[in-house]
């Protein structure tokens, strides 16, 4: 009977506004969680979140792909003074000019990953009107291929190659991560709510046990069988229960209020909490509970990304140091002509090699800097994954030991409530027959007050600990298998 009272406790009866002629549809913590999964702003976060990482890991994609661009100069008119130099003398001079050109070029790109050269393939047509001479002339590349490698310059290609995939891996299992941060989150609300509601019936209850104990003090008291103490006692009592009917509806309309918030619920919504008074019978061992972390979670993903930043960041400060080589070649064909269509007649070679040299004669120890404090940051970042690999495995074992001990801990608080009511019941009983005085019988109440909170915090904190290991494992212990998610399904959307 106990549990029926304290787990059931519809709005309408709790007084709230609007309550009567509505539906009131029942909410249990497994329906909280549905709804959080899909309706609140935190999971909407999550999500985007993710998309975001999946079109950073998109764009990456691209980079290794052939990409087609269709370049324009159009109508560019030029009428203006230009400098001209008299090959026979080096005599400088200043001619009218009056022309119009306009360029039009489609090229293909490649990205080299491996190498981090850029190799093209690209064709274009420039026409030259010069209005002084009434001429025209047509000069055209119907084909050419060009590559540019740097030879000792940082290939960020290749580093992207071996952290995106990573980085996209790790965005799956933090989506995860935040949507069971989510549950946990629903949990607390959950039972917040619960705890609330459990106040203020317990607060409406022993204000109508106050009230009928102080009616009957007041009889017994005409008849001198009961002090005036007494009688000062139990009205002080009713004023106090009357103060903690008030209170406590203030804490449940607030729990409701964040609860429902949470949960992106608008509008008067009323439903009957009903919490998992069952509790699992669920143990867990450390070794597994590590396991399934490691292998789940974004844990060991997350240090191998931060692992080869540290050597990415090395690598980029010894390449930037020292001299600096670019390759360029450029090979096609190519035509001059006045006529559009012999400029693609009679094509000519085009060749052009060219080794660009880029040497640092002394930058005052500033490359040389650069590097020493790559490899200590490098060194410093090991370090730190380090502490942070033992920190997660004794995170884990004190996680699995609160959790084996919580179950435990809700059955004996079970057991204590019920005890409470029993003596309540028992206390109440005597004092109506004038067997114990006020002071018991507010010891009594204050006990089973003390029991029915103490309860649902057991509660709370065993579900609390379960979905706290979930989120940590990516693993349902009850169900028995990883948790997962659509991302096919969030990718189309």
């Known amino acids: ?21 509505q539906d009131v549809g029942k909410m249990t913590l497994e329906k909280a969680i549905e709804i959080a999964y899909t309706k609140s702003p935190q999971a909407q976060m999550a999500e985007l979140t993710f998309m975001s990482r999946y079109w950073s890991f998109r764009s990456y994609k691209a980079q290794l792909l052939p990409s087609l661009n269709l370049n324009g100069e159009l109508g560019r008119y030029n009428r203006s003074l230009v400098e001209v130099r008299d090959p026979d003398n080096g005599r400088i001079n200043y001619v009218a000019n009056n022309t119009l050109n306009n360029t039009l070029s489609l090229r293909i790109n490649q ?28 000069n055209s590349t119907p084909l050419s291929l060009s590559y540019v490698q740097p030879l000792r310059s940082f290939n960020s290609l290749k580093w992207q190659k071996k952290t995106e995939p990573l980085q996209y891996e790790r965005a799956k299992k933090q989506y995860l991560e935040a949507m069971e941060a989510i549950v946990e989150q629903t949990s607390v609300y959950f039972f917040s709510v619960l ?13 109508n046990d106050t009230r009928e104990m102080y009616d009957m003090a007041q009889k017994r008291f005409e008849i001198n069988k009961l002090t005036k103490s007494d009688l000062l006692q139990l009205e002080l009592s009713l004023m106090n229960a009357e103060l903690a009917v008030s209170n406590s509806r203030v804490d449940l309309d607030v729990a409701l209020f964040n609860f429902k918030s949470f949960l992106g619920i608008a509008g008067e919504v009323f439903f009957e909490l009903q919490a998992p008074m069952k509790v699992p019978d669920v143990m867990v061992e450390y070794d597994f509970v590590l396991d399934k972390a490691l292998q789940n979670s974004s844990h060991l993903i997350s240090l191998q990304i931060d692992r080869l930043n540290a050597q990415r960041d090395v690598a980029q400060a010894k390449a930037n140091r020292g001299i600096q080589l670019e390759l360029n070649a450029n090979l096609g064909l190519s035509k001059t002509d006045e006529d559009f269509a012999n400029a693609y007649k009679r094509l000519q070679d085009r060749e052009v090699v060219s080794l660009s040299v880029t040497m640092p004669i002394y930058d005052w120890g500033m490359s040389r800097g650069k590097v020493k404090m790559a490899e200590a940051q490098a ?7 380090e502490q942070t690999e033992i920190k997660f495995q004794q995170d884990i074992k004190i996680k699995v030991m609160q959790f084996n001990n919580q179950a435990e801990q809700c059955r004996i608080s079970a057991r204590a409530l019920a005890i409470a009511e029993e003596r309540y019941d028992i206390t109440k009983e005597r004092f109506q027959n004038g067997g114990i005085t006020v002071t018991d019988l507010n010891t009594a109440q204050k006990e089973l007050d ?3 909170a103490q309860y649902v915090a057991q509660l709370s904190a065993f579900w609390g600990a379960y979905f706290g290991l979930r989120k940590l494992a990516l693993y349902d212990f009850i169900l028995k298998r990883d948790i997962g998610a659509e991302f096919d399904r969030i990718i189309g959307k």
């Open 1 to 21: 009977m106990y549990i029926k009272n304290l787990i059931l406790l519809l709005w309408g009866c709790c007084g709230m506004g609007g309550a009567v002629g």
């Open 379 to 385: 060194r410093l970042s090991q370090t730190e994954q």
């Open 195 to 207: 705890s609330a509601q459990t106040s203020f019936r317990k607060s409406r209850e022993n204000l």
């Open 450 to 452: 003390s029991a029915s």
């Open 111 to 138: 990205n080299i990953a491996f190498t981090g050269g850029v190799i093209s393939l690209y064709t274009s047509l420039d026409r030259l009107d010069q209005f002084s001479y009434d001429t025209k002339i047509y």
